[in-house]
Nanobody, 124 residues
């Protein structure tokens, strides 16, 4: 599957953004999906993940209560709603997908499809 992420931008601390990731093809519903981010000089980290059905989700501790991952299988799209943004959320955000698992997948090494990344910058 090919993934296209969008929705990044510049926002002040406390603001919100919604990232979208659209998948090509008709098999999106069998992909577990995730959002990752990479800040300059730092390793890529898992931000959130969602199961094929959308019933199960995962969030890294630093975003719990602020970010929400969701998916619309009819639209081949996964979303990341980001509220109460902080300067430390500044990074390039990537969406990723994997077919081999039904549940949430945290490790980036297990994903086999990646979007191109969208920049999120949060000013203080």
């Amino acid at each position: 599957v090919q993934l296209q992420a969008s929705g990044g931008g510049l926002v002040q601390a406390g603001g919100s953004l919604r990232l979208s990731c659209v998948a090509s093809g008709r098999t999106f519903s069998i992909y577990s999906m995730g959002w990752f981010r990479q800040a300059p000089g730092k390793e890529r980290e898992s931000v959130a993940a969602i199961s094929r059905s959308g019933d199960s989700t995962y969030y890294t501790d630093s975003v719990k209560g602020r970010f929400t991952i969701s998916r619309d299988n009819a639209k081949n799209t996964v979303y990341l709603q980001m509220n109460s943004l902080k300067p430390e959320d500044t990074a390039v955000y990537y969406c990723a997908g994997v077919r081999a698992f039904t549940g949430v997948v945290r490790s980036d090494r297990l994903y086999d499809s990646w979007g191109q990344g969208t920049q999120v910058t949060v000013s203080s």
